[in-house]
C-alpha cells in the first residue's frame, strides 16, 4: 500500500499490462483468454506490481484485436464469459492485485446495436448517436480531417446516403458525444463493471470524445513529427484542432470522475495521442481532482531516446502539471518494444533491468508491457502473417503493432508454453530463449533482478509519493532525485555502454542504498557506474 491511503492506493502503483489475445491460452484455439490470465496470476503476483491492465476482451468482431466493441457489457466467447471475469477478478483481489479494464468509448464497432440502428434512417431514435455528415455538393467528403489508420476519416455509408467519421478503421464509427443519450450510455457501461468490481479503467484515446460541430476543415502541421504516428502517415501533415481534444471534453471527464467518486479506491489512467501537445493535455486532463487520475502521453513511447530527451520532456511535465499524476510507460502494445526500439537487442540482459529501473524512479506510476521483465525485443513478422490492420496500409516503412503484440513465452516449447494449439502469432526462437521457464532458474536473470526491483521499491516511499528534481550530467548519464517525509533519494541511471563516473560532490553526504541489484560504487564523492548501471543513495 503506498503512502497515501487507501483510496489513493494507484498514486505510485506499479501497473503490468496484459494483452489478453497474447498473455496465456487455456482452451487451444491459439487465443489467450481470461482462464488463462487467472491461471496465470501467481507469476503476476510474484513480480511485485499493485495492479493490471487488461486491454480489451469485450464483444467484438477484432478487426482491431478487440478495440472495435460491439457489447461494452459482455466478454466475448473468444476470451470466455462473465463467469470467467470474475473468477479473474476473486483471484486477483485474493492475490492483492488491482484490475484495471481498457475502455473504448470514442468509437464502437460498425456491428454494435447502436451503429445497426443509427444507419437505418435519419430519423430513428439513434440517428444521431454517431458523427453523420452530408458531403459536399460534389459528393465528396464533409471536410478534410484523416484517419489516423489511413485515407479519409469519412465513410459514405449508402443507407443514409451520408458520410460517417471514423477516426480508426471505416468499422470503428466514431460516436456523437454531443448527444446526451450517448455520453448516459458510455456511463451506465462504466457503471456496469464498477458494480462488478473492477478497480479502474484505462480510457483509449481519452481525447478523441468529442469533434468540432461546424466540421471545420485542420489547418497544416508546422510541425510533422508526432511520438505516437509514423513519419509516413499523413495525418503527420494536419493540426488536429478540431477533430480531437475539444474543449468539451473536460466536461465528460468531470462528469465521469464524478461517477467514479461514488466508488472510492476506483481510479482512471488516460490515453492521450496528441502529438507534440501529449504533456499539455495530460497536465489539463489531471488538474483539480476532478477529472482523470493519470494520464500518459507517446513522449516516452517515441523512437528518442538519450538522457538529455528524458529530462528535457518531464522537465516540461513537471513544470506545467502542479497537482496532476502522470502514468509512464517505454512500451505497450501500440509501439515497438523498447529493447528494439532503441537499439538495445544485443545488450538485453544488461539494458533491461536498468530500463526498469529508470522506469520506476520517475514521479508517477509505471506501467511495465507483459514481456518487459523477460527484455523482449521487437519479432519481425513477415508480411503473409501480420494481423495488424494498420501494419497491412503501410507496409514495409511501417509493419504495424503485431511485432510488439507476440505471445508471452512461458518456456521453450513450440507453443512456448503460451497454447498447445498453432499461437495466433508467431513466437521467435529468440523469444522463447528468455521464456519465463529459462529465466526463473537463473538467481540474475532479468526476470529475477525485475522482481528484486519491484519488490525494493516498496520498501523506499520517496519512490513512490516524492517529488522529482534533476542534476546536471553529462550524456549518457542522467541524475535525479526522489524527496519524501524529509528524506532525499539520489538515483543516476548510466544509459550507455560504456563505464561512466558521476560527481557527487555537490552533495553534504551521500549513504548507499542496497537491494535493488546494481553494482555501481560509490568512492569518496565520486559515483563509479558500469555500463547500464544504476545507483541509488540518501542524500
Request: proline fraction near 6%; include cysteine.
Amino acid at each position: 500500500m503506498t503512502q497515501s491511503g487507501v483510496n489513493d492506493w494507484w498514486r505510485g502503483a506499479v501497473l503490468y499490462q496484459i494483452y489478453p489475445r497474447s498473455f496465456a491460452d487455456s482452451n487451444g484455439d491459439g487465443l489467450g483468454d481470461l482462464p488463462g490470465i487467472t491461471a496465470k496470476l501467481d507469476y503476476v503476483a510474484s513480480l511485485g506490481i499493485d495492479a493490471i491492465w487488461i486491454s480489451p476482451f469485450f464483444r467484438s468482431p477484432m478487426k482491431d484485436m478487440g478495440y472495435d466493441v460491439s457489447d461494452y457489457c459482455d466478454v466475448d466467447p473468444s476470451f470466455g464469459s462473465l463467469a470467467d471475469f470474475d473468477a479473474l477478478i476473486a483471484r486477483a483481489h485474493a492475490l492483492g492485485v488491482k484490475i484495471i479494464i481498457d475502455l473504448v468509448l470514442s468509437h464502437t464497432s460498425d456491428q454494435h446495436p447502436w451503429f445497426t440502428e443509427s444507419r437505418k434512417n435519419k430519423s430513428n431514435p439513434r440517428a444521431d448517436w454517431y458523427v453523420w455528415a452530408e458531403s459536399k455538393p460534389d459528393g465528396s467528403p464533409p471536410n478534410n480531417w484523416l484517419s489516423i489508420f489511413g485515407g479519409s476519416a469519412w465513410a459514405w455509408d449508402p443507407r443514409r446516403r451520408q458520410y460517417y467519421l471514423h477516426n480508426f478503421l471505416t468499422e470503428q464509427p466514431d460516436l456523437n458525444f454531443h448527444n446526451s443519450d450517448v455520453r448516459k450510455a458510455l456511463l451506465d457501461a462504466v457503471t456496469f463493471w464498477l458494480r462488478r468490481g473492477v478497480d479502474g479503467f484505462r480510457l483509449d484515446t481519452v481525447n478523441f470524445y468529442f469533434h468540432d460541430q461546424l466540421l471545420r476543415d485542420n489547418p497544416p502541421a508546422a510541425n510533422r513529427e508526432a511520438p505516437d504516428v509514423p513519419a509516413s502517415n499523413p495525418y503527420t501533415y494536419q493540426n488536429h484542432i478540431y477533430d480531437k481534444t475539444r474543449p468539451e471534453n473536460l466536461g465528460f471527464l468531470r462528469d465521469l470522475r464524478a461517477l467514479l467518486n461514488r466508488y472510492p479506491g476506483k481510479t482512471t489512467v488516460g490515453e492521450v495521442g496528441a502529438g507534440e501537445r501529449g504533456l499539455e493535455v495530460m497536465a489539463e486532463y489531471t488538474a483539480g481532482g476532478d477529472k482523470l487520475h493519470m494520464c500518459y502521453a507517446f513522449d516516452l513511447l517515441s523512437d528518442k531516446f538519450s538522457a538529455r530527451y528524458i529530462r528535457a520532456r518531464l522537465e516540461v511535465y513537471e513544470t506545467i502539471v502542479s497537482e496532476g499524476w502522470g502514468c509512464w510507460a517505454f512500451s505497450n502494445h501500440d509501439v515497438m518494444r523498447s529493447i528494439s526500439r532503441w537499439g538495445f537487442e544485443d545488450v538485453a540482459d544488461q539494458a533491461a533491468p536498468l530500463l526498469l529501473a529508470l522506469q520506476i524512479s520517475l514521479r508517477g506510476s509505471p506501467c511495465i508491457y507483459e514481456g518487459e521483465e523477460l527484455g523482449l525485443g521487437e519479432a519481425d513478422i513477415p508480411y503473409e502473417e501480420i494481423q495488424d490492420p494498420y501494419g497491412k496500409t503501410f507496409w514495409p516503412d511501417f509493419k504495424g503493432r503485431d511485432g510488439c503484440r507476440t505471445p508471452m513465452p512461458w518456456d521453450s516449447s513450440s507453443g512456448a508454453g503460451f497454447s498447445t494449439g498453432k499461437p495466433w502469432l508467431p513466437i521467435p526462437d529468440a523469444q522463447r530463449a528468455r521464456s519465463v521457464a529459462a529465466q526463473e532458474k537463473a538467481p540474475n536473470s532479468t526476470l529475477n533482478r525485475a522482481r528484486r526491483l519491484f519488490h525494493w521499491r516498496k520498501t523506499i516511499p520517496a519512490l513512490i509519493n516524492g517529488e522529482m528534481k534533476f542534476y546536471d550530467s553529462s550524456q549518457p548519464l542522467l541524475a535525479l532525485s526522489r524527496s519524501h517525509d524529509g528524506r532525499t533519494l539520489l538515483c543516476v541511471f548510466n544509459l550507455g555502454r560504456t563505464a561512466q563516473t558521476f560527481d557527487a560532490s555537490v552533495f553534504a553526504r551521500v549513504e548507499p542504498v542496497f537491494g535493488h541489484g546494481f553494482n555501481s560504487t560509490l568512492n569518496g564523492k565520486a559515483i563509479a557506474l558500469p555500463p547500464f548501471a544504476a545507483f541509488f543513495g540518501w542524500i
